[in-house]
């Protein structure tokens, strides 16, 4: 859903680039910060596609709405909120997103690097732990969490992943990747915190990866740990975590207002917990058992060096601070500027959209459908086959999820 100041906005399909990709994608569409990108940092004026869009004013608001689900149905809102997925915009939780200080000498001021916040706590069963951030002097004694719509599991250091399974009776590390295995009869609720006590609840059969092939009664699990990263990113909360929110992910505005994360929860997070029983029938209908062989003897759990930290210290990076030139335009009006939050008055689309399409042929196709239409699915434009579908910019945000060229210009009719 691209909600746009100006008439007929287009996305085009690229058949020739002197970009090399790679990893089986045919493209790539920027929804992060400039100084992140490789290719803002090697080619004068490639601006990233969001940050294009919120410099130049051209979006109703600096935002995009993210819902992901497991199957192929979805939405991308750019510059406004999918209301037909969130019922209640003032039960959205914003936070701030962390900044980081210039990596060597490539700037003298800190700036936004990723699209993290500080996480500060997490829970199994009930049982609450608060995260030990690899670099707590440098950090503000606080874990940084990446939300990643291009991660497709859970991730965490070894001295949270430890202690986290160490509250699941029977689980075990089983290889040097950091994967963990639980009892498949095993199904407690997990939770992550964020800011002050906004717990986000995980039920089993969205962090349960599958039995594993050599002994079914073991089930392979999210979150698998790493060893410390010298940017100071603890965390990494992928599709896993995200098909449980929908997320707003809001740019900032040049003097205004910093960048924010904005996490609506999609379950209740007092719902009774799924039982064994309907977890182990959920994975035998995705069939999800995994082909792998555990090892028969426990492993240890491995120690690590901590690396130096990647960023320029002496240039300080202040939490909630607003870059002067690198966010939004400061023509738009804040509404996220806390205080006071005014989440109502952000934009929304809903129910029926136009969809602006270029067909297999190189032609322009418009048609208008309803969001409720259970035969529209997330990839496929309306009146396409999967065939045609093939070649169409992957947009990294899972291994399930592909956005079409469609499905990045839904236009509200």
Known sequence: MFWARYPNPHVRLVTNSNVTLVDKISGILGLGFPRLSEIYASTANATPFFATLASQGILQYPIFGLSLTRNATGTLALGAIDVSVVQNVSNIIWNEVVPFSPIGTQTNTSGYFYWSIYMTGFSVNGTSLTPIPTYPTLTDNSSIALLDIGTPGIY???QDVTR???LIPGS???DESG????PC???PIISFTFGDNNTFVLQPTDYIIGPAASNPGLCLSWPKALPPSSDGVDWQLGTPFLRTVYSVWSYGIDDEEPPMIGLYALSNASATVESPTAVSAFLSSVS??????????????PSYTTPPYT????VPATFGEIVASELATSTYSPILASPTVNASALPKVYDAYTTIYTNSEGQSVTSTYHVSDPTTALGVPPGWSGAQALGI????LSSSLFITVAAAVWILS
């Not at 058992?289 to 090892?295: C, E, G, I, N």
């Not at 910019?393 to 990294?396: A, E, K, M, N, V």
């Open 172 to 174: 075990r590390l089983v």
């Open 393 to 396: 910019p992957y947009f990294g």
């Open 185 to 187: 009869t095993s199904s």
């Open 288 to 301: 999800a058992t995994v082909a792998t062989v555990l090892p028969n003897y426990v492993l240890a759990t």
């Open 164 to 166: 986290f399974y160490s």
């Open 179 to 182: 994967q963990w295995v639980i």
């Open 311 to 314: 960023f320029n210290t002496s």
């Open 156 to 158: 965490g250091p070894y």
